[in-house]
């Protein structure tokens, strides 16, 4: 079983950047999918974006393509997600997850770290 724990959230004006870490351990980190996902309040929780095993595919929600990327370090066991041009609508709790599956899907994730808070102020 791999755990998560994310790190990097914080204040940010709008316009500005934040970089996202993820550090897992307990696992074969390079055998799992890997995806951003963001949970406002009073929203549900929704995909970001998403990585494969090695780094080879990735995949993003409209909202945020253009302006985040989703990479790996895998001999780190390190998954991150740099965002820029952040708008408030980005804040949010952000939740790094784990997938087996090969596919670099938006739903069906098996395990999640906490979370780290991101706000953007306008």
């Known amino acids: 079983q791999v755990q998560l724990v994310e790190s990097g959230g914080g204040l940010v004006q709008a316009g500005g950047s934040l970089r996202l870490s993820c550090a897992a351990s307990?696992?074969?980190?390079?055998?799992?999918?890997m995806g951003w996902f963001r949970q406002a309040p009073g929203k549900e929780r929704e995909f970001v974006a998403a990585?494969?095993?090695?780094?080879?595919?990735?995949r993003y929600a409209d909202s945020v393509k253009g302006r985040f990327t989703i990479s790996r370090d895998n001999a780190k066991n390190t998954l991150f997600l740099q965002m820029n041009s952040l708008k408030p609508e980005d804040s949010a709790v952000y939740y790094c997850?784990?997938?087996?599956?090969?596919?670099?899907?938006?739903?069906?994730?098996?395990?999640w770290g906490q979370g780290t808070q991101v706000t953007v102020s306008s």
């Open positions: 307990g696992g074969t980190f390079t055998r799992y999918t």
């Open positions: 997850a784990a997938s087996s599956s090969a596919v670099v899907r938006t739903t069906g994730y098996d395990y």
């Open positions: 990585i494969s095993w090695i780094a080879t595919s990735t």
